[in-house]
């Protein structure tokens, strides 16, 4: 081996450290194939290290898997960019409509690489030890309760909604139609929605289920 690859491989790759290079290599190879069967070797392979290296580094392959994946979820946020809605402008019904779509996006984008981690529990368990991915530690809901509210401040919402209860809506739209693919094996997953189905769901996020009252 030479100096030169040597010291890459001490060193990471891109001003890295190693730990860093190795997570940065699980993270790329769960992005392009997912995590079912992925290996040590594999990993160590694709960063040039002896699969020893990555004990060195880390607890074991459940704890480098758990890092990686909060890396990948990261990414798939940094590449859709910031939620799509600010209080005040557009309308309520129209930044709604957008967050579903984006949320949607989201999780057609990362659920794909926990499929196959069904049978590693461990590794998911470290994956919800670590802080959330999301809105930098916040999560999904709490972004999109948190501009519910801040509507609601606004007076453009009613002041007896609830905004956590509607995002916890929104968020399980986002699973209820990403996640039966996801099991049934169908990819790529595609986030689209049934004809009609935002429509519906943000006229009844907006008027709610009460009956209309007597006038």
Do not use: W
């Amino acid at each position: 081996m030479s100096p030169r690859k040597a010291a890459a491989l001490r060193d990471g790759a891109d001003g890295l450290s190693l730990r860093e290079h190795l997570i940065a290599t699980a993270e790329r190879l769960i992005a392009q194939r997912g995590t079912a069967g992925l290996t040590v070797r594999d990993i160590a392979r694709e960063a040039r290290v002896a699969d020893g290296v990555l004990y060195n580094h880390f607890e074991g392959k459940e704890e480098l898997l758990a890092l990686a994946l909060h890396a990948h979820v990261q990414s798939v946020e940094r590449e859709l960019g910031e939620l799509p809605a600010r209080p005040g402008e557009g309308t309520v019904a129209g930044n709604l409509r957008a967050c579903v779509d984006y949320g949607l996006a989201l999780h057609a984008a990362f659920l794909p690489a926990f499929a196959g981690l069904l049978s590693q529990p461990e590794v998911l368990a470290r994956f919800d030890a670590l802080p959330n991915p999301l809105g930098d530690g916040r999560g999904l809901r709490l972004l999109l309760a948190d501009y519910l509210r801040a509507e609601q401040d606004l007076g453009r919402l009613n002041p007896a909604a609830i905004p956590e209860a509607a995002a916890i809506m929104i968020v399980g739209t986002c699973h209820e139609l990403v996640l039966p693919r996801l099991l049934q094996g169908t990819r790529p997953i595609q986030a689209e929605t049934p004809p009609g189905f935002l429509d519906d769901l943000v006229t009844t996020l907006m008027n709610g289920l009460a009956p209309p009252r007597a006038s």
